[in-house]
């Protein structure tokens, strides 16, 4: 070690204290509670966030099961961030903007049968007596006469040596 007299710094001062400050900022992580919006995971620019996987947790599952389950979905969520990042950089734009125009589509979809579906549960019993079918064609018979004529047969052919053809 060099030492020096007068104005000088020594040396393995300064790199003592370089030391001691990365070690204490290195520890920080060790010290500090995480926080709950805190990502449990990050690939790119997508994150994946505690409230991510709350649902897939319930009281009936051990803390190991659990452990294991959340394991599996971050690995797989990590997998498929992946994968879709990969995508979006070798696909052409083409195939990227039907891709965007099929999610759209899907999404419209989805939402509209949902819509549906709210309404048809909403709305009132949808069953037809025979009351009201007879009522309704009563007034409006003049709907339910063909345009053209209609004929009914049947064809019975039997054999020669048949005995009893009456």
Known sequence: ??????????????????????????CEGLFKRVPENAPLARVGDAYLYREDIQPLLNNTINQQDSASLVTNYINNWAVKQLLYEKAQINLTEEQIEEFERLVSNYRVDLYTRAYKEALVLRGEDTTVTETQLRQFYEMEKENFLLKEKVV????????????NKE
């Open 1 to 26: 070690m060099h030492f020096a007299s007068g104005n000088h710094v020594y040396p393995g001062t300064i790199l003592g204290s370089l030391l001691l400050f990365l070690i204490l900022t290195s």
């Open 152 to 163: 009914q047969l049947r064809f019975v052919q039997l054999p020669k040596q048949f005995l």
